[in-house]
């Protein structure tokens, strides 16, 4: 087997990596809200969180390449800011992630909090605990198997992403060519070395993430209730 | 002494809570009524878990609801004990007791923990999950936890109802000294009215979101005109008495305030102890004469103050020995027989047994001369 060129690789597991602590830090609220919202927003929220599950990543990088373009006033805001495009960028990667992996964060956080309930905080509140005291030291460790989940599946969901990435990145060696693209276009040139040697690695990685993760679990279970 | 007063109202799509009432805010404080009566929504309400009541809530001159105002359930230094123990299950008894007493410390209070744990026993529990108590364990870890709030106000929500019966007896003791020796005033929710006659020094009667009354124990317990609030089968009366002397045979002698001689089962106190014992009405039979050659040990001399006839074949006679209240549950048709009416010199007879260890509690220093 030859030695696979590792660049896309690095740049795969940069983006999971910064998606899925972006998507950790806003989805958090965005949960915790849901759980415990009775506005009639409600389901209009959930099904805006829920959409990037059923539609065509083409559809969804179709529209975020028109947004993000610099003719669009959110692309020209972005470049007036920091100089450079968003679609065709890292940064437009992201952007794009965040919100194709959105409900892989926010599901199992929000299924998390809603077992939970409003018992163990109350409990809290009445011991003189506030609001984010109470976040931290009740419903966090208690939701930790939500954490736990949503980290996996946002990073592997990331990782595995294709269409979206197409739609708004393009393959830019170094920028925006990921090893679902690498992949790809090593099968379109018939070059199935170097297409084995990536799959082979992303495989890998995958498995051992998941069983370390399931061992983790495994070992520290937190009972909830 | 300080008050709680109450001025609040609570709509819900099929139950209305309409509450304007001071509260006494020292000794125990029993909040009874039947199910659905609101005594739970009430508690919440005053701990500042519901939100949407409208109106105002003060204590000890400190408004804690009120037009503008509304102060957070964690700034209110309440200790809240729920129906469940609700202790966090990713901490150890020991974390749990501590989750409450690092708080109150930041907050500037000072909670005693040795003397809270040595009060509930809690020393072998310590290191435990609380995956790993039984019902009652967990109680009073959760007892233990709100105590180590060092609250201004205890609020008590059923802490017994998910228990057995063996289990209630056991824990009942730990809530008497939480009573008597911590000097928290408790307001105390139950439907149990074995439980209210035990500790209770106050009660208010909850009604259909409403209160229906207030008095000390002995008055409303008593009250045969309140009889249908508690069911007829839960009639009773509590007497007072003075320990006097200890038994070899198992019986405690005691001494009414009008020095009448009570026996009980033993009692585990010490002689000039004040007791009080719960007397179920339908264990007192009434007798114009002395009766003679019974088995039954306790015969008290009385006169009778009220007949009350309901719906049923029974009739509730209250009889007064000295300056209590004695309740008796007789039978129409028992009561045409005698002769029983108002001012009429009558005899009572309560088996000793017939009183169980759980109807027997010790007195408060509210209760003794």
């Not at chain 2, 410390?105 to 040795?114: C, K, L, S």
């Not at chain 2, 139950?190 to 008055?219: F, I, N, W």
């Not at chain 2, 006169?303 to 008796?328: C, H, K, S, W, Y």
């Amino acid at each position: 087997m030859e030695w696979p060129e590792l660049g896309p690789l690095w740049l795969t597991v940069r983006l999971a990596a910064v998606t899925t602590g972006i998507l950790l830090v806003l989805g958090t609220p965005l949960a915790w809200w849901l759980a415990h919202t009775r506005s009639r927003l409600k389901p209009v929220a959930e099904a805006i969180t829920a959409l990037p599950l059923v539609l065509p990543p083409t559809v969804l990088g179709f529209y975020l390449l028109v947004f993000l373009s610099p003719e669009a006033p959110l692309g020209a805001a972005w470049r007036d800011v920091t100089g450079a495009a968003l679609t065709f960028s890292f940064a437009g990667l992201v952007v794009a992630s965040v919100l194709y992996s959105l409900p892989f964060t926010v599901q199992p956080l929000q299924a998390s909090f809603e077992t939970i309930g409003r018992r163990p905080l109350e409990a809290a509140a009445a011991l003189g605990a506030g609001p984010l005291d109470r976040f931290l030291t009740v419903a966090s460790p208690l939701a930790l198997r939500g954490y736990l989940t949503a980290l996996v599946l946002s990073f592997a969901h990331t990782v595995g992403e294709f269409g979206v990435v197409l739609m708004v990145g393009g393959n830019i060696p170094g920028r925006t060519k990921v090893i679902s693209i690498a992949i790809y276009e090593h099968v379109e040139t018939l070059d199935y070395a170097q297409a084995h040697a990536l799959s082979a690695v992303l495989l890998a990685f995958s498995f051992a993430v998941l069983v370390g993760v399931y061992a983790v679990n495994r070992r520290f279970p937190v009972h909830v209730g | 002494m300080s008050t709680l007063s109450l001025d609040i109202t609570l709509e819900r799509p099929d139950f209305a809570l309409s509450v304007t009432h001071a509260f006494p805010a020292a000794g125990l404080t029993a909040v009874f009524g039947p199910s659905g009566s609101g005594k739970t929504t009430l508690l919440r309400v005053i701990a500042g878990f519901e939100p949407g009541a409208r109106g105002t809530v003060r204590f000890d001159g400190a408004l804690w609801q009120g037009p503008g105002r509304f102060v957070p359930p964690h700034r209110r230094g309440v200790g809240y004990v729920f129906q469940e123990p609700r202790l966090f299950p990713h901490l150890s008894v020991s974390g749990n007791l501590a989750y409450a007493e690092r708080r109150a410390r930041r907050a500037g209070r000072r909670p005693d923990r040795a003397r809270v744990e040595d009060g509930l026993d809690l020393g072998p529990l310590r290191d435990r999950r609380p995956a790993q108590l039984s019902g009652g364990e967990a109680q009073r870890v959760a007892m233990a936890r709100a105590l180590l709030t060092d609250p201004k106000l205890m609020l008590m929500d059923e802490p017994l109802s998910a228990l057995d019966a063996a289990r209630k007896d056991a824990i009942l003791p730990y809530i008497e000294a939480i009573r008597d020796r911590l000097g928290v005033p408790i307001l105390f929710v139950s439907h149990s009215v074995p439980e209210v006659a035990r500790l209770a020094d106050t009660v208010v009667l909850l009604k259909a979101g409403q209160v229906a009354g207030q008095g000390s124990a002995e008055e409303v317990l008593s009250d045969p005109a309140l009889a249908p609030s508690f069911g007829v089968r839960e009639v009773g009366s509590i007497l007072t008495a003075r320990v006097t002397v200890q038994h070899d045979d198992g019986l405690t002698e005691m001494a009414l305030p009008d020095g009448q001689t009570l026996f009980l089962p033993r009692v585990a106190a010490a002689p000039g102890q004040p007791i009080r014992a719960r007397i179920a009405a339908h264990d007192v039979i009434l007798s114009r004469d002395r009766p003679e050659g019974l088995s039954a040990l306790n015969v008290l001399r009385g006169t009778i103050a009220e007949l009350r006839r309901g719906p049923g074949p029974g009739v509730i006679v209250r009889l007064r020995v000295g300056d209590a209240d004695l309740l008796a549950r007789v039978t129409r048709r028992s009561a045409d027989a005698l002769g029983l009416r108002e001012g009429l010199a009558c005899h009572a007879v309560a088996k000793t047994v017939s009183v169980a260890a759980a109807d027997i509690g010790l007195g408060t220093a509210s209760l003794s001369p």
